[in-house]
């Protein structure tokens, strides 16, 4: 199994260019999520998703768009990149809470900087 | 509201012990732990669902205690593979298990 496969893996943007991120899992996960990583922040939540057609947002989700059509993909958009979204990107899958015993399983990221 | 971790950082030599602590202003349901290596992704070690609960993973437990809304981490007889940054992750009553908010982390370091 794939795991949680994210693309690109580093990315350049100018200021105001909007892009995809993209996310792929193939273990049948009902939830997805976001998370950035900045520095000495943690891990914050962008927008998740409990199901394909159910995304809410998370502590972060300004200048961020998601959409969830099918269980495998959950890609996240920059609308108008800002050197403040210049970040380490990973998103992650799991069961939903009816199997409570299971823990996130984490893509490789995406290093993002935008100039 | 992203839960505390203390301390922020801490220095072992192989061998020593360390407790990694986790807490929480709200209600918890669950609480997991999580290592990241540098430049890695975080994996998942374990997640705790009951008060008073323990788990363990090789020499690595954690327990819950869900009256305090606090967790901790034991790592025992640390070894150099246990270096990297330990997070955990909160979920709330009203959400179950998802969505998890993280605390900042904790970075260990295992000297030889």
């Known amino acids: 199994n794939a795991g949680v496969t994210q693309t690109p893996k580093f990315q350049v943007l100018k200021t105001g260019q909007s892009m995809t991120l993209q996310c792929a899992q193939d273990?049948?996960?009902?939830?997805m999520s976001w998370y950035r990583q900045d520095p000495g922040m943690g891990l914050r939540l962008i927008h998740y998703?409990?199901?394909?057609?159910?995304?809410d947002q998370g502590e972060v989700p300004n200048g961020y768009n998601v959409s969830r059509s099918t269980t495998e993909d959950f890609p996240l958009r920059l609308l108008s990149a800002a050197p403040s979204q210049t970040s380490v990107y990973f998103c992650?899958?799991?069961?939903?809470?009816?199997?409570?015993?299971?823990?996130?399983?984490f893509g490789s990221g995406t290093r993002l900087t935008v100039v | 509201q992203q839960p505390v971790q203390s301390p922020q950082a801490v220095i072992l030599r192989e061998g020593e012990d360390a407790v990694i602590n986790c807490s929480s202003s709200?209600?918890?349901?669950?609480v997991h732990w999580y290592r990241q290596k540098h430049g890695e992704a975080p994996v998942f070690l374990m997640i705790?669902?009951?008060?008073?609960e323990q788990k363990g993973h090789e020499k690595i437990s954690a327990s819950f205690n869900e009256k305090k809304q606090q967790s901790s981490l034991y790592l025992t007889a640390s070894q150099l593979s246990y270096s990297g940054t330990y997070f955990c992750?909160?979920?709330?009553?009203?959400?179950?298990?998802?969505?998890?908010?993280f605390g900042k982390g904790t970075r260990l370091s295992v000297i030889a």
């Open positions: 992650a899958s799991s069961y939903s809470s009816s199997r409570a015993n299971y823990g996130y399983t």
């Open positions: 273990m049948n996960h009902e939830y």
């Open positions: 998703s409990v199901g394909a057609g159910i995304t």
């Open positions: 709200k209600a918890l349901y669950s």
């Open positions: 705790l669902l009951k008060g008073g």
């Open positions: 992750g909160t979920a709330s009553y009203r959400t179950g298990n998802t969505p998890l908010v």
